[in-house]
């Protein structure tokens, strides 16, 4: 990716054929698309790439087997396909991007040969609605297998569990993997960059946007025959910003997760919870080194500000720690975050649990804004493929094929499950750097090694022992539009899902590297590590858990 002020020269003023709000999953997706058809298309993104809904998902990729429960129980044709499209879809995303995904088993413990019986049978349906887009068939697990695979897992009546298969991956890196593939097949994108208004034709149908840099306030157009609206939760704001008298359509749901060390429960496998006091389900999946656990569903408005709750993390450690020899507590928890889940209702006044996750794709005929809202993540290119056959019928063009199906993702060409071992013969590096770097960046971790080559001191950690070094945000701010130190810390190298105090600790060093790449002023640094500092301390302090004291000390940036 060019610099901010490159790509912004290349968007300001200009025209194009499609321009795509919103840089999360969805608008990134559609975004690629585009491009690859052959339109000349800009990503506008008000905050970071993923800085939304798309970094704080459960990191599955699925068909969704509580919707196919759902399914069942409502004989509903249309969940179904909804299922169907999902599990064909984890398949193609798990082979664009090797890299940022994984196939992972999950086990469904079972204390009851009826439970068993229902879950063996719905499982069976899973796999036969997979057809040819299996990953592996679902099983009983016997007692004593089940315990050596979770040996941490609550003996008291076990039976045994059922095991199926779905897949993993890193939401933020395949996020910024998507932005990446797209600006280097020729499209525009910026990040911190909001739309807030359009510009119109004499018939009063939009012809482009005025976006504002949010970070330097400055005001720009650029023209388009065709507007996305891919904004997830905010899509109703920008529908109404293009025909005020349009009705509302989403629903937000709100999931929290918590993060703990992965040696409280270790485990390669991850577990579902079938149902909690809610009604739903919980997963504890072996993430980054982590154990992920979540999620929680509860209705949002737009804009409310999403963290995890002290009453969120007593509820998930509530329903976690029944299946648990030995408890979680609040205090073992290093990292957690929050997110709203875009819904699409059909107005009759449903719980968000029962809001099937489909998309809708809306053409507003007065203004011609096209607007794709609800999914998932796992949906995301198969969305954006309809969106963009869409855009070129409204645009009276013939719709070509969607090149996106097996289009590897930035990082993924060439990548092998050795690649860290290249590296590290490459250059010397921590056996968990090199890990790291392979898991966060696949083959682009190359560009890293070289940024060492040329300035040694890039290879050193953030701070004493951790796996990320100081070239991931060198990397970071020249290659990847990062512009503020959470970009950095969280959706570029992910610390801060690994570690909140870690997180703060690498603040400093960060706050240091950055400033003398976008020559920051010390005031400029000093505000910028702070406020990131007392961002994550809120975090903290609404999970329950003890503020971390300001790192001390200067920082020892490269
Ligand atoms: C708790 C939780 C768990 C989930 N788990 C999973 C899972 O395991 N698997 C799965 O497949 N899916 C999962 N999902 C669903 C998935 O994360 C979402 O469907 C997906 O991320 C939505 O992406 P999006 O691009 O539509 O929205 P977002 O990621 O929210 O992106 C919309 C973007 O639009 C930008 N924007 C808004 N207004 C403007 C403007 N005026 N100008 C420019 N930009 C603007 C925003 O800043 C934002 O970045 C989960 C969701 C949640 C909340």
């Known amino acids: 990716m060019k610099s901010r002020a490159v790509e912004q020269s290349n968007i300001a003023g200009k025209s194009f054929d499609v321009c795509v709000i919103g840089g999360g999953a969805t608008g990134a997706g559609c975004a690629l698309d585009a491009q690859l058809r052959g339109l000349n298309t800009v990503l506008l993104e008000a905050g970071d790439f993923a800085g939304a809904t798309s970094s704080t998902a459960t990191k599955i990729i699925h068909g969704g087997v509580r919707y196919l429960e759902e399914a069942i129980k409502d004989f509903d044709p249309k969940e179904y396909h909804v299922v169907v499209r999902a599990l064909h879809e984890r398949v193609r995303m798990l082979d664009n991007a090797p890299h940022l995904t994984r196939k992972l088993e999950f086990l469904v413990p079972s204390f009851h040969w009826l439970d068993?019986?229902?879950?063996?049978?719905?499982?069976?349906?899973?796999?036969?609605?997979?057809?040819?887009?299996?990953?592996?068939?679902?099983?009983?697990?016997s007692r004593e297998e089940t315990l050596r695979r979770m040996p941490q897992l609550n003996r008291e009546g076990l039976l045994g569990s059922v095991e199926y298969s779905d897949g993993q991956f890193d939401d933020a890196?395949?996020?910024?993997?998507?932005?990446?593939?797209?600006t280097e097949a020729g499209g525009r994108a910026l990040n911190h960059c909001q739309v807030k208004e359009f510009q119109r034709d004499s018939a009063g149908r939009l012809s482009g946007v005025v976006a504002e840099d949010q970070i330097t306030g400055r005001q720009f157009n650029a023209a388009s025959r065709a507007i996305v609206n891919a904004t997830g939760p905010v899509s109703d704001l920008v529908r109404q910003m293009a025909s005020p008298s349009v009705n509302k359509r989403m629903r937000l749901s709100k999931g929290s997760h918590i993060l703990f060390p992965l040696d409280l429960f270790p485990t390669d496998d991850a577990m579902l919870i079938p149902k909690t006091e809610a009604g739903s389900v919980l997963f504890a999946v072996p993430w980054g080194g982590r154990l992920l656990v979540g999620t929680t569903e509860r209705e949002v408005a737009p804009g409310d500000d999403l963290f995890v709750t002290e009453e969120e993390v007593t509820y998930m450690l509530r329903q976690l720690n029944k299946y648990l020899e030995k408890p979680l507590q609040p205090?073992?928890?290093?990292?957690?975050?929050?997110?709203a889940r875009p819904l699409v209702s059909a107005g009759n006044g449903e719980s968000t649990e029962k809001i099937a996750r489909?998309?809708?794709?809306?053409?507003?005929p007065k203004s011609g804004l096209i607007s794709i809202m609800g999914g998932k993540w796992t949906t995301h290119r198969a969305m954006a493929e309809d969106t963009i056959d869409a855009l070129q019928k409204a645009l009276g063009i013939?719709?070509?094929?969607?090149?996106?199906?097996?289009?590897?993702?930035?990082?993924?060409?060439?990548?092998t499950s050795d690649l860290w071992e290249k590296l590290e013969r490459a250059y010397p590096l921590s056996k968990e750097t090199a890990q790291h770097l392979s898991a966060k960046f696949g083959t682009a971790a190359w560009s890293l090694v070289e940024l060492a080559r040329a300035n040694p001191g890039l290879a050193c950690p953030l701070f004493p022992g951790s796996a990320q070094i100081q070239a991931e945000v060198v990397h970071a701010v020249r290659d990847e539009l990062a512009v503020t130190v959470e970009d950095v810390i969280s959706r570029r190298i992910g610390l801060q899902y690994y570690s909140w105090?870690?997180?703060?600790?690498?603040?400093?060093?960060?706050?240091?590297?950055?400033?003398?790449?976008?020559?920051?002023?010390?005031?400029?640094?000093?505000?910028?590590?702070e406020r990131y500092v007392e961002r994550i301390n809120f975090f903290l302090e609404r999970a329950g858990l003890q503020r971390e004291p300001k790192p001390s000390g200067r920082s020892s940036a490269a």
């Open 116 to 141: 068993v019986a229902y879950l063996d049978i719905g499982l069976k349906i899973y796999d036969w609605l997979a057809g040819s887009a299996r990953i592996s068939p679902s099983k009983f697990v």
């Open 398 to 415: 013939e719709v070509s094929e969607s090149p996106t199906r097996a289009r590897v993702l930035h990082g993924g060409e060439g990548f």
């Open 501 to 529: 105090r870690d997180a703060i600790k690498a603040a400093p060093v960060v706050g240091s590297l950055m400033a003398h790449e976008l020559q920051w002023s010390s005031v400029q640094e000093h505000e910028a590590v």
């Open 173 to 182: 890196r395949y996020n910024l993997a998507l932005v990446h593939t797209f």
């Open 358 to 364: 489909d998309d809708v794709i809306e053409i507003d």
């Open 331 to 339: 205090a073992d928890i290093v990292a957690g975050f929050a997110g």
